[in-house]
């Protein structure tokens, strides 16, 4: 199993940020994925999360309405769309996946995340 | 809200048994999973489902029977970590993890 993100950066409070996650190793499209981050001097907090079709989304009160997840099956991506973004949103951002596909969550296999840094 | 507590620290010597604990209402209807994270590196799944060890995880990690109270026997300077316990909501689709807790190997 290989998650590898990509797309974070330096932003400034009000933009905004397009992540993204390549799977490999496993079916991709028979397993829901998640978004976790970690801000400096935090724990993890779980942000989203997408069913294996993608046609139900989740997310934490501290994103909803800013943050869209999706995903492309056909290209094995995930994707964590970020909009409004506040230094709040400052941390490094994994994508993530449950031990196996029958399992919702709780994540196993982590990608070695990406750094998303808010600040004027 | 739902909430998931640990104490933000312990320690303990080499050789001995790091023992981290992990409270909320929610955790006696939903799994408990567990996770240990050293600087600069992703996650890494320790315990799942209160009791399952992911493949490659060594048996010097174990829990409690409700998942609850992770043990971390003969304890090396490599566990120096944090750890986190992780639960979901009431309904379980909403993860929730507990605060962290930073083990120290004396």
């Known amino acids: 199993v290989q998650l590898l993100e990509s797309g974070g950066g330096l932003v400034q409070p009000g933009g905004s940020l397009r992540l993204s996650c390549v799977a490999s190793?496993?079916?991709?499209?028979?397993?829901?994925m998640n978004w976790v981050r970690r801000a400096p001097g935090k724990g993890l907090e779980w942000v989203s999360a997408?069913?294996?079709?993608?046609?139900?989304?989740f997310y934490a009160d501290s994103v909803k309405g800013r943050f869209t997840v999706s995903r492309d099956n056909s290209k094995n991506t995930l994707f964590l769309e970020m909009n409004s973004l506040t230094v709040a949103d400052t941390a490094t951002y994994y994508c993530?996946?449950?031990?196996?596909?029958?399992?919702?969550?709780?994540?196993?296999?982590w990608g070695q995340g990406s750094l998303v840094i808010v600040s004027s | 809200s739902y909430e998931v507590t640990q104490p933000p620290s312990e320690s303990v010597s080499p050789g001995q048994t790091a023992t981290i604990t992990c409270s909320g209402d929610?955790?006696?209807?939903?799994?408990v999973h567990w996770y240990q994270q050293r600087p600069g590196q992703a996650p890494i799944m320790v315990i799942y489902?209160?009791?399952?060890?992911p493949s490659g995880i060594s048996d010097r990690f174990s829990t409690s029977a409700s998942g609850t109270r992770l043990t971390i026997s003969g304890v090396q300077a490599e566990d120096e970590a944090d750890y986190f316990c992780?639960?979901?909501?009431?309904?379980?689709?909403?993860?929730?993890f507990g605060g962290g807790t930073k083990l120290t190997v004396l």
């Open positions: 997408i069913s294996f079709g993608g046609g139900n989304t």
């Open positions: 489902k209160d009791n399952e060890r």
């Open positions: 992780q639960s979901a909501d009431i309904s379980g689709t909403y993860p929730l």
């Open positions: 190793g496993f079916t991709f499209n028979n397993t829901a």
């Open positions: 993530a996946k449950p031990p196996s596909s029958d399992l919702w969550g709780c994540f196993q296999h």
């Open positions: 929610v955790l006696t209807n939903q799994y």
